[in-house]
């Protein structure tokens, strides 16, 4: 389509989504019902897959010092990115989806389609990792948010972690590296 393709040659285009998926996620997000919440994942994931053509087209110019991508903001897309990850794994949420999910409750009786939660979470995460370099988690949020998000999915869901592809596997070794070494206590608790 023309905006995943806008999106691949400017990632800031994808960022209006995100925002709007985030805000959604933060605010009306725990009141839906189980229809609405399986159309939001599903809206998520298509996102998500829209910003992954973009990131993936940024991750080789995006190797520059944390200063200048404050400076050119590129960073709000991943921080973006995690805060959405975050309010699609609330545990509040998370619970009422896995609760709900395959139980008929539209109005004709029929089940409402599964959706996969840390599926499109994991996605998400292997969107955002190729970004995220050590000079990336020198931004104080980011750094907080990623090793928040990567520490509840460990806990939750650890043995997805084993189908990430090699170069994902590093990435994600290099953060934790980064991380391990942080001077911010919750920073290197998450990291374990």
Avoid: W
Avoid at 48 to 76: M, N
Avoid at 105 to 113: D, K, L, N, Y
């Amino acid at each position: 389509s023309a905006g995943a393709g806008g999106a691949a040659a400017d990632p800031s285009q994808a960022e209006p989504f995100l925002r709007f998926a985030n805000k959604y996620g933060e605010s009306l997000l725990p009141f839906v019902g189980t229809e609405d919440t399986v159309a939001f994942f599903n809206f998520c994931h298509g996102v998500l897959q829209t910003y992954e053509v973009a990131a993936l087209s940024a991750a080789s110019t995006t190797r520059r010092a944390a200063a200048a991508l404050e400076e050119e903001g590129l960073f709000e897309d991943v921080q973006q990115v995690l805060e959405l990850l975050a309010h699609l794994l609330a545990k509040d949420f998370f619970d009422s989806v896995s609760d709900a999910v395959g139980s008929p409750s539209s109005p004709s009786g029929e089940a409402p389609p599964l959706v996969d939660a840390p599926g499109v979470v994991f996605f998400g995460l292997s969107t955002v990792l190729p970004l995220v370099t050590p000079d990336l988690l020198l931004i104080p949020k980011l750094c907080k948010s990623f090793f928040e998000l990567v520490g509840h999915m460990a806990s939750d869901h650890a043995g997805r972690f084993s189908s990430l592809p090699p170069p994902l596997i590093s990435a994600l070794f290099s953060a934790l590296d980064f991380g391990l070494a942080h001077d911010n206590a919750s920073v290197s608790r998450e990291s374990l």
